[in-house]
């Protein structure tokens, strides 16, 4: 795992986007993993500014992304599938049958877990998957205890969480109880992890994840056992970070960074 400081929310999504974008450039038909919230909003305002402005192209690109509400129809303004349309879908060059999110309003959950399990894999596996952070330590809908090994399938949201997205829904009773999310052995299988975490409210979770011991009661821990994975936060979000100075001298001195300083 490494950590790359960046001065601010701004920075740190651009940094993000980057990434992702030479990703794209190296290789036109990468498998993009993809994530919802608050955070990744500056993400995908970046990519749709690249797609404009720098001819990033994404014709080729495939994406899956991590999670959706149970019980949410596509058409439900307060889905991820409506965030994703909104966000990145509607304003770039994607092929739509080449995004995926799992069917929150599927009949058999177990079914749909599988059958999102399967897709991923005929379309040869995530290259690069874009994660966020809760509250909770979860990565995609994770929550507490989830197993490490676990893979697409229905999950209980915490109470934290829930609270977490009620301004979204106008009110806690209103949010899903539960998300159908891709599992932490799901993510792990992805061959590049790019985790995003801003803002102050997130700097004890993200010292916890990063520094702290592999738990499934903060699944984001299981990236410390990834090959390749980086963790992108802006100054107030590594504020309670042990290692600073070695993630800030990395980003400074390392040859792979030198092209986004
Ligand atoms: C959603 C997802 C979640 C969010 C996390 C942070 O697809 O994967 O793990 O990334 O809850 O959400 P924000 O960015 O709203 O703080």
């Known amino acids: 795992m490494e ?14 986007a980057r990434i992702i974008a030479a990703e794209i450039r190296a290789s036109p038909k990468t498998v993009l993993g993809l994530a919802t919230g608050a955070t990744m909003e500056r993400v995908y305002r970046q990519l749709v500014r690249m797609h404009r402005e720098e001819k990033l192209d994404f014709s080729r690109c495939t994406t899956f992304n991590l999670d959706e509400y149970v019980g949410l129809a596509h058409d439900d303004p307060n889905s991820y599938h409506a965030y994703m349309r ?10 739509p049958s080449r995004t995926h999110l799992p069917d929150g309003a599927a009949r058999d959950h177990l079914e749909e877990g599988w059958r999102y399990e399967k897709l991923i894999r005929e379309a040869g596996g995530i290259d690069l998957q874009l994660l ?6 979860h990565i995609g809908f ?3 205890l989830s197993a490490l090994r676990s893979r697409t399938r ?5 109470p934290t969480t829930i609270k977490q997205n009620a301004a979204n829904f106008g009110g806690e009773d ?7 999310t891709m599992g932490v052995g799901t993510i792990m299988d992805s061959r590049r992890c790019v985790l995003l975490a801003t803002g102050a409210g997130k700097a004890d979770i993200i010292a916890k994840a990063v520094e702290g011991p592999i738990t499934s009661m903060i699944t984001a821990s299981a990236l410390q056992w990834h090959p390749r994975c980086t963790v992108v936060v802006d100054e107030e979000a590594a504020a309670k970070l042990q290692g600073q100075d070695y993630y800030r001298w990395i980003f400074a001195n390392e040859p792979e960074w030198e092209a986004y300083r």
């Open 3 to 16: 950590v790359l400081i960046q001065p601010d929310v701004d920075r740190a999504a651009l940094l993000v």
């Open 86 to 95: 909104l966000h990145l879908f509607s304003q770039v060059n994607l092929n």
């Open 132 to 137: 966020g952070i809760g509250q909770t330590g």
């Open 142 to 144: 994770n929550e507490p």
């Open 154 to 158: 229905e999950k209980a949201l915490t």
């Open 174 to 180: 209103k949010v899903p109880r539960r998300a159908i």
